[in-house]
């Protein structure tokens, strides 16, 4: 890992100095800029952090974790889809939307804390479903619902979890949401659903983005580097029974003759089922579209996580954050607008929340905090998180969450 992050700043150097020689800077005071940037390059450290504790943000846990993960969980972690442009767009979205600052503000005690249907919450940051984050440590959710407990974090648990709804529940203190991967076989959705339910989860967020094959190939060259043995974890050409059948959520699930547990049929139908046979809040994860969210109000959907699975689930190089303001304006305040994809900045949240988000949910940067250093991992990343936020409404000059709105925001 060393070695990589000396040839990335070789790289870097090689770079700047291409640009600081082309005839297309010369004369214009951009040289002088590169040069201190390419000064900056040189003195930059090499070492990845040993600790928790020593992370200045959230992008130092990912080297650590990639140091320690099996090259293709890596992978399969980093990867979206085709050539990762949504992936990509996700994080670039936030540079077309940038804050207007307020002065001559008491900022000296900011309120982070709001309610997502009338509950309480400490900060608008909850933790995104990840599944199987037994491969990112040994106590997987258990740990991250340790970490989310800590900060005062609502956490959203994974159809694919590692570990029970039950066991993640307790050791987070607090009832948890549950992610319901829907399928096309309704005693799947019901049999999972009921267990959440029964296990104190308030609310089911449904994804609805995963109808569609995907071709993951950032996540399919790792794996063809990967050496590992992993036939103890992976059956080869597995059906669905064989697969699943000691997953933590699903050892009560009948799948006998299951070809796939893809939802590619699944409609509007599906929603109104849910809504008749559940007490949960009935959140869908995965709307990009004021069409869509209007649908979703016809249909009595009680929330929306405008999400495209943090970029693997299409192709359309658009990130959540264009796509967060005509949901809002289409919902109108009626229901919660919560958000996922590319969150790292503080400043990252704040521009949700101007652009009419209730809150957003973090995935990646937890799940490394959680491959580099477990339960403390995570507790960091979500502390800094928390930290950049409460610094950029005092940089911005609200004093409470709710105070945040379309005034301290322009699109580029």
């Avoid at 990112?136 to 029970?164: D, F, M, N, P």
């Avoid at 059906?239 to 009948?254: G, N, Q, V």
Wanted: net charge negative; with cysteine; aromatic share 8%.
């Amino acid at each position: 890992m060393l070695d990589n992050n000396k040839s990335i700043l070789e790289n870097r150097r090689q770079f700047l100095h291409f640009l600081t020689s082309t005839s297309v800077f010369a004369g214009s005071g951009v040289i002088p800029f590169l040069s201190e940037k390419l000064l900056a390059a040189d003195a930059l450290p090499v070492e990845m952090i040993k600790a928790a504790e020593e992370a200045l943000n959230v992008f130092d846990f990912e080297p650590v974790a990639k140091s320690r993960l099996f090259p293709a969980h890596y992978g399969y972690t980093v990867s979206g889809t085709d050539s990762d442009e949504t992936l990509l767009a996700n994080r670039d979205g936030f540079n077309r939307f940038r804050i207007r600052a307020r002065r001559m503000v008491d900022i000296r005690n900011p309120d982070t804390s709001t309610s997502i249907f009338g509950v309480p919450w400490d900060n608008p940051i909850a933790l995104a479903p990840v599944g199987g984050q037994g491969k990112y440590h040994s106590e997987g959710e258990v740990a991250s619902a340790r970490g989310a407990r800590a900060g005062g974090h609502t956490q959203i648990l994974s159809t694919q979890t590692s570990q029970t709804v039950e066991d993640v529940a307790a050791a987070r203190g607090a009832p948890v949401w549950f992610q319901l991967y829907p399928s096309n076989h309704w005693h799947i959705a019901e049999g999972l659903t009921k267990r959440a339910e029964q296990a104190g989860c308030p609310v089911v967020a449904v994804t609805v983005d995963r109808a569609a094959p995907r071709n993951m190939e950032t996540f399919q060259r790792y794996a063809r580097a990967d050496t590992t043995n992993c036939s103890q974890c992976h059956i080869p050409n597995a059906t669905p029974e064989e697969r699943l059948k000691d997953r933590a959520m699903w050892t009560d699930i009948d799948l006998t003759g299951v070809e796939s547990t893809q939802a590619s049929g699944l409609t509007w139908d599906f929603v109104e089922r849910l809504k008749t046979s559940t007490s949960m809040q009935v959140v869908l994860k995965g709307i990009v579209t004021a069409e869509d969210a209007r649908l979703c109000l016809q249909h009595g959907v009680d929330g929306i996580i405008v999400s495209n699975h943090g970029g693997r689930s299409e192709a359309s190089g658009r990130s959540t954050i264009e796509s967060l303001p005509e949901i809002v304006a289409s919902v109108g305040g009626k229901i919660p607008v919560l958000i996922d994809g590319g969150f790292r900045r503080g400043s990252d949240i704040f521009k949700a929340l101007a652009l009419g988000a209730d809150a957003v949910c973090v995935g990646r940067p937890y799940v490394f905090g959680l491959g580099a250093f477990g339960q403390e991992g995570v507790e960091k990343v979500l502390s800094i998180l928390r930290a950049e936020f409460r610094r950029v409404m005092q940089e911005a000059g609200v004093v409470s969450v709710g105070q945040i709105n379309a005034d301290y925001i322009e699109k580029i």
